[in-house]
């Protein structure tokens, strides 16, 4: 984890502090690092490897509430060895010390010329989203509770808490796009493809930070069917100019 993001989770701490409630109560002592995550992960039962996170102990994962506006769980789609945002975190710096270092999907939305009025709050606002999906899928970085079923809660409170602040920024085509990273990786979840949640991840980032693109909305309808070529489809667009067609 580099020291920006760190710096941005201390942020996102620093914001649900002063907020109090659930959220506020819930923070770890201070924000978890790479190998700190795993640790976590291994006292939690939240154990992931490189075959995909697993969900906490047995219980099934539930789907948040953005699910309820998608058609229908995803099928399997192709798999491949590169894994998602939140396994890199728990694996801790031994799995990627081979791999160059990869922006988080706050830094990369908020790196893009459509963050550029007001950077700071959306890396901050992407991170508190972020770190609502680790709560349903992944191992948190900021908030820190036994009861796997108050981490969802708080997940979904931390989903509501960045989609109205990016609202009142007035910037619905990114709450949109984050809504339906929400859902697609959700559904890529449900379907037990967790590399196709990561590149979820990374394309609505960069539809965020730079604005969406043909072969984006082309993916997210792949994804959203189900179809085998999502998971490509869904990397090209991440990794190819957003503004192109």
């Known amino acids: 984890m580099s020291g920006r993001e760190t710096d941005a989770l201390r942020s996102l701490a620093d914001m649900l502090r002063e907020q109090g409630g659930l959220l506020g109560g819930l923070l770890a002592d201070e924000?978890?690092?790479?190998?700190?995550?795993?640790?976590?992960?291994?006292?939690?039962?939240?154990?992931?490897?490189?075959?995909?996170?697993?969900?906490?102990?047995?219980?099934p994962a539930r789907p948040s509430p953005a699910q309820l506006t998608a058609s229908g769980p995803s099928a399997a789609g192709d798999r491949s060895d590169r894994p998602s945002p939140a396994q890199l975190a728990a694996s801790g710096p031994s799995a990627a010390e081979d791999r160059p270092a990869r922006p988080s999907p706050a830094q990369l939305a908020a790196s893009g010329p459509r963050a550029a009025r007001a950077r700071a709050e959306y890396e901050l606002l992407v991170e508190a989203i972020y770190?609502?999906?680790?709560?349903?899928?992944?191992?948190?970085?900021?908030?820190?509770?036994?009861?796997?079923?108050?981490?969802?809660?708080?997940?979904?409170?931390?989903?509501?808490l960045?989609?109205?602040?990016?609202?009142?920024?007035?910037?619905g085509e990114a709450v949109a796009e984050l809504a339906d990273t929400i859902t697609l990786s959700s559904l890529a979840h449900a379907a037990g493809e967790s590399e196709l949640a990561g590149?979820?991840?990374?394309?609505?980032?960069?539809?965020?930070?730079?604005?969406?693109?043909?072969a984006h909305k082309h993916a997210k309808q792949l994804a959203r069917a189900g179809s085998a070529e999502a998971l490509e489809a869904m990397r090209t667009s991440a990794g190819g100019d957003p503004a192109s067609p």
Request: a negative charge; zero cysteines; hydrophobic letters at 45%.
């Open 31 to 59: 924000p978890a690092i790479a190998g700190e995550t795993a640790d976590r992960a291994q006292r939690a039962g939240r154990v992931q490897t490189a075959s995909g996170p697993s969900a906490a102990g047995d219980r």
């Open 162 to 171: 960045g989609l109205a602040r990016l609202v009142e920024l007035g910037d």
């Open 199 to 214: 590149a979820v991840w990374e394309a609505g980032a960069r539809a965020v930070g730079w604005g969406s693109s043909n």
């Open 131 to 160: 770190e609502g999906y680790l709560l349903h899928y992944g191992v948190p970085r900021v908030i820190a509770a036994a009861d796997p079923d108050l981490l969802l809660l708080a997940g979904d409170r931390l989903y509501a």
